[in-house]
């Protein structure tokens, strides 16, 4: 009996859920926002494109609707209850891949699912992505889930795969937090009132 995942022709190997609780601010300051919760889902997925060229990325792009549907059902069940107040994708592509495979994971077909899971989401997301192998680090930007431009929320997450990706696989990472930074003092545009 195979234990691979499947979603919508996708193969998946391996699921990963990452959190930090924040507490305070590099110098021991907490402020009145209460704990900061970043979460990191991410899948090691089995890349169609491995090893060779395709002008046509659609064997990414066209099922991935229900691979965002699949990442919010992870997403909202780790963030158990709480608001994600920001977001952030990002990829990792193996060694036999182009970095345009791991971008193609991560178009709006794959974030409306998500966005769509969180109350009130709606601002662009932003992401970032490079070529390495099992362990590499990827900083998975982070901001406001309605306003861009709330430079509280401005932060990433740094997220570390022990065993992913493999040459032929693509690493897809979404990140949430429940707040901005603790003690976040820039100015510029507020967060809206929840």
């Not at 709006?108 to 590499?136: C, M, Q, V, Y």
Request: charged share 20%; hydrophobic share 40%; net charge negative.
């Amino acid at each position: 009996m195979s234990v691979l995942s499947t979603v919508s022709g996708y193969t998946i190997r391996r699921w990963y859920v990452q959190e930090q609780e924040i507490l305070t601010n590099e110098t021991y300051r907490s402020d009145e926002g209460g704990a900061l919760r970043k979460i990191v889902v991410a899948a090691a997925i089995r890349n169609p494109y491995a090893g060779r060229f395709s002008a046509d990325l659609g064997d990414i792009v066209d099922p991935s609707d229900a691979l965002g549907a699949a990442f919010a059902a992870r997403i909202v069940k780790a963030l158990d209850g709480a608001a994600a107040e920001s977001y952030g994708k990002a990829c990792v592509v193996g060694s036999g891949g182009e970095y345009e495979h791991g971008n193609a994971f991560l178009t709006a077909r794959f974030a409306t699912p998500i966005r769509d899971a969180l109350p009130g989401a709606e601002a662009w997301i932003p992401s970032t992505g490079k070529r390495g192998g099992p362990g590499t680090l990827i900083d998975i930007p982070l901001a406001h889930v309605t306003e861009l431009y709330v430079r509280s929320h401005y932060d990433t997450m740094t997220a570390h795969f022990d065993d992913a990706p493999n040459a032929d696989e693509v690493l897809v990472a979404f990140a949430v937090a429940t707040r901005g930074r603790i003690q976040a003092r820039l100015g510029g545009p507020q967060a809206p009132a929840a």
